[in-house]
């Protein structure tokens, strides 16, 4: 996904960490919009010791461990997780990895599917908020123009 989305692309180059921050800021995104398990794997395939799992924002977030690819860990997952009554998706633009992940009953998206995807979803929650923001009264208790004007008058201490 950080090599393919428009928004991570450049980051990748100047801070991986913050690249990599950012994609699970979006898809935190996703989760609260979508309601599904999201797990994140982050490929750590020469960097000796860096095997971790934790959450962030919702997110499960796993590196793999040395001489693991990221597609070796997704593959494993899949086929840990295809007994399980769920429907697993699996955001890959990797052909092979696609192919072995259908073998194992899931489904693919492609890493511009998901940016098109989140992208929809952010502009509804843009729109949410421009509306709620519209439509939200001054105070909790929806008052009419004259008595919202006399506690106003009220409280600045005229008559």
Do not use: C
């Not at 010791?49 to 899949?78: C, H």
């Amino acid at each position: 996904m950080i090599g393919a989305w428009k928004e991570l692309r450049p980051l990748k180059d100047t801070d991986l960490e913050e690249a990599r921050n950012r994609l699970l800021e979006l898809m935190a995104e996703y989760k609260a919009a979508m309601g599904w398990r999201v797990i994140v794997v982050f490929d750590a395939y020469h960097v000796s010791g860096a095997e971790k799992s934790y959450v962030q924002n919702a997110v499960e977030v796993i590196f793999t461990r040395k001489n693991e690819t990221a597609d070796e860990r997704i593959e494993k997952l899949s086929n840990e997780l295809k007994g399980r009554k769920v429907q697993i998706y699996v955001a890959t633009s990797d052909m092979t990895e696609q192919n072995v992940i259908f073998g194992n009953g899931a489904l693919r998206k492609s890493a511009r599917e998901l940016e098109i995807e989140l992208e929809i979803i952010q502009s509804k929650i843009s729109k949410r908020v421009e509306t709620s923001q519209k439509e939200r009264p001054k105070s909790r208790i929806p008052l009419s123009k004259e008595v919202e004007l006399a506690f106003e008058k009220w409280r600045r201490g005229l008559k």
